[in-house]
C-alpha cells in the first residue's frame, strides 16, 4: 500500500456510517419536532451548524465527544441571549429529563448515548444569523463557512475535507484535542481558498494543512507537536520510493490507524 492510498483509506474510515449518521438524524429530527411544540411561532427555524452540517465532524468511535452544533432561531422579542439560553434549557429538561444537561456558554448542551448536541440560541436579521456573545448579539459566518468550504474542496479535487478529517483525527489521539475544531478547518479553508500551492496528492495536501494550521496556534506545546508530525511526513514522502515501508510506518505513526 502506498503512503497515499493508505491516508486515503483512513480518510474514508473517519466518516461516519450510514447507521450513526441515521441515529444521529432521526435524533436531531425528533429535537426538531419537540422544539416546535414547546417553542410554536416564536421561532423562525431550527438548524444544524458546524461540522456536522460541513461533513467534517468525526465518528464518536474516534471522538467520543464529537458532536452536533444545533442553531434555534428565535422571533426576536428584545430578550437578551441569555434568556433565550434559559428558555432552550426549560424545554430541552421537559423532554430530555433523563439525560445530562447543562450550559457551557453560548451553548446549552444535551449529552445522549450516541451523540451530544450543542444548542444555541440565535436571531436573524437582513438575512444574516446573530448567535450569543456574553451578553450581547455577534454575527457568525457559518453560512459563508459552509459556502467556502464547500467551494475550496471542489477547488482541489475533493480532498479537503478528507484532510481536515485525517488533522482532526490527530488532534484528538496525538494532541488531546486542545486545538479547536473550527481553527483548524478555517485555517485549511483560507490557506486553499485561491490556490492549492503546488499540492497534488494527499501526502503534499496533509503536508501544507498542517503547515497553515501551525501558523494559527499559539502555544509552543501544540506547534511542537506539530513540528513533530510535520517532520515525520516530509521524511515519509521522501523515503517512500527506496523505502516504501518504512515510509508507511511512519504516516502511521502520525495517523494512526482504525
Not at 501558523?215 to 511542537?224: A, L, R, S
Request: one cysteine or more.
Amino acid at each position: 500500500m502506498s503512503v497515499n492510498s493508505y491516508l486515503e483509506d483512513v480518510a474514508k474510515k473517519l466518516i461516519l456510517s450510514n447507521e450513526e449518521e441515521n441515529k444521529i438524524n432521526n435524533s436531531i429530527a425528533y429535537f426538531k419536532y419537540n422544539m416546535q411544540r414547546y417553542f410554536g411561532n416564536s421561532i423562525i427555524e431550527i438548524r444544524e451548524f458546524g461540522s456536522y452540517e460541513r461533513k467534517t465532524n468525526l465518528p464518536r468511535k474516534v471522538d467520543s465527544n464529537s458532536d452536533v452544533d444545533i442553531m434555534i432561531v428565535f422571533d426576536d422579542d428584545g430578550s437578551t441571549p441569555q434568556t433565550y439560553l434559559n428558555r432552550i434549557r426549560r424545554a430541552v429538561e421537559l423532554y430530555y429529563s433523563s439525560s445530562d444537561i447543562k450550559q457551557s456558554s453560548p451553548t446549552i448542551v444535551l449529552e445522549m448515548n450516541h451523540i451530544k448536541f450543542e444548542i444555541t440560541p440565535a436571531i436573524k436579521k437582513y438575512g444574516l444569523y446573530y448567535i450569543k456573545n456574553e451578553d450581547s448579539w455577534k454575527e457568525t459566518d457559518c453560512l459563508k463557512d459552509r459556502d467556502n468550504l464547500i467551494k475550496v474542496n471542489k477547488q482541489n479535487n475533493y480532498k479537503i475535507k478528507p484532510i481536515i478529517r485525517l488533522i482532526k483525527y490527530w488532534n484528538v489521539s496525538k494532541n488531546y484535542k486542545w486545538i479547536s475544531s473550527y481553527i483548524i478547518e478555517k485555517s485549511i479553508v483560507n490557506k486553499f481558498d485561491w490556490f492549492n500551492w503546488g499540492c497534488i496528492n494527499y501526502i503534499d495536501y496533509l503536508i501544507k494543512s498542517f503547515e497553515c494550521v501551525k501558523e494559527n496556534v499559539n502555544q509552543k506545546t501544540y506547534k511542537d507537536r506539530i513540528d513533530i508530525a510535520l517532520n515525520t511526513l516530509i521524511n515519509a514522502k521522501n523515503q517512500e520510493r527506496d523505502y516504501p515501508l518504512s515510509a508507511l510506518m511512519k504516516i502511521e505513526s502520525v495517523i494512526g490507524d482504525l
